[in-house]
């Protein structure tokens, strides 16, 4: 069976000032219908152009995507005009952004965003689509649903907003939803409750869910797989679960020492990655992470490491990668 999604050698470009940016440098990852895959790095490492690409919305003329091939249900996205584009996005892929009210209207109450959507891409009338907008919010475990939805949305707090983001991509029966950074602006607990509700829905309605996020302590409970991306690439990739008992690769080893964990003491020491992400428009040869990686040897600024499986069945691509120790 195909996969529902699958990137194939994703080669995306930014004409800027100081150069071409290689913001996604020959990306390949698939996607399963009822899978949750999270895509993990710090800013600018390509993660949301990524997505954007999937889209269709990456900022045009300044991007241009040089080669490769976004395959949907087996059609390629990168073929298929703005009309059939538009249909895509919203009926068969929705997207939650990090920031709610850059995506909801603020002088419409939240009941006319949600019915508006459903008329347009569920053919419902008004009071079905009433309806369905309620059931959307209690799934969404609003409280006193029918009152929500005459607000708008600054009446809302920011995690509730949140909610409403999902009920609006959940409104269309989608057969992907990719959230970038969906709770990274929220309290922690909050951001728990709002990851466990974007995975069992998903999960419940058989949906795939693709999470954009710089915190790959908090995917470890809610993601099945995980690619690692740093400088455009993914450097690591596999089961969630096998990523987060046993990294492999220096920069995944990283990330974990720098953010909180659920399942280590809250007073556990944060050892943040020292250095700072390479400018894309400018990389190193060999590896991009040689600069700030301390287990470099002369091979690493020679030549750049291919994307491998592991003893670990999963993937890294570091030169030392069977060398290295697993370190958490
Ligand atoms: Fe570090 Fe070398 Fe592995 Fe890159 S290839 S991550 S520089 S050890």
Redesign the pocket.
Known sequence: MNHLLEIKDLRVEFSTDAGTVRAVDGVSYNVDRGETLAIVGESGCGKSVSALSIMGLLPKPAARIRSGEILFNGVDLLGLDNGAMRHIRGKEIAMVFQEPMTSLNPLLTIGVQLTEALQLHMNMNLSQAWTRAQELLERVEISEAQRRLKKYPHHLSGGMRQRVMLALALSCEPKLIIADEPTTALDVTIQAQILELMKDLTHEMGMALVIITHNLGIVARYADTVNIMYAGKIVEGGAAKDIYASPR???TQGLMKSVPRPDLPREAKLVPIEGQPPDLSQLPPG?S??PR?P???D??SQEA?LLLETSLKHTAA????DE?EAVV
């Open positions: 690769h220096p920069y590896c992470f040689q990686c287990y470099a040897v091979l690493c490491p570091c030169w030392l990668v290295i």
